[in-house]
């Protein structure tokens, strides 16, 4: 039997768990939650390859730097819009070079547009906070002051994570909507 684990947006905290083990895990959907931390070396170790699909951490709180591990791990991993601070080890890996069964392309994706494939660079964007395409660059922010971390979907300096900013410091910039 398959497992696909989706928790409710926003009702996780603390620190993202490894689900190390999980054999038949085939997606994982963590997204827009309170998860913070660094993500774990071990982070989805022993997941059956052939299944696993994604795991979505995007919109959450975790930090530092991506583990060499992430460029062997199985699937895709969405990571934008969190506080990591260095991708070069996962970037540099020789799982990431090496890896000729990654289901997800990521090595073919580096090859052609280097570490944004993984995530944008501090300082620059685009709405999926790395380079998936031809027609998807990262975009630089006219202003950068600020903006320190990787995998930014826009260029509000203390928006990175979670999507929430401290609207004492910062001013977002007001939502539209479309009438339909």
Do not use: W
Not at 96 to 116: A, E, R, W, Y
Not at 125 to 130: A, D, L, M, P, W
């Amino acid at each position: 039997r398959q497992i696909s684990e989706k928790v409710g947006v926003g009702g996780l905290t603390g620190k993202i768990p490894t689900f190390e083990n999980m054999h038949k895990l085939k997606r994982l959907e963590l997204r827009s939650n309170k998860l913070t931390g660094s993500i774990p070396s071990n982070f989805l170790k022993n997941v059956d390859a052939k299944s696993f699909m994604f795991a979505d951490l995007s919109r959450n709180f975790l930090s530092g730097a991506l583990p060499e591990s992430f460029a062997s791990l199985p699937g895709y991993i969405y990571i934008e819009d969190n506080r990591i601070t260095d991708i070069s080890a996962a970037c540099d890996s020789s799982g990431l070079k090496q890896n000729s069964t990654n289901q997800n392309n990521l090595m073919q994706l580096v090859q052609m547009f280097g570490c944004d494939s993984l995530l944008c660079k501090p300082g620059t964007y685009n709405s999926f906070g790395r380079r998936e395409s031809y027609d998807s660059p990262c975009k630089k922010c006219q202003i950068t002051e600020n903006l320190k971390y990787f995998g930014s979907i826009d260029c509000i300096a203390g928006n990175e994570g979670g999507g929430e900013v401290d609207s004492t410091q910062y001013t977002m910039r007001p939502t539209k909507f479309k009438n339909t």
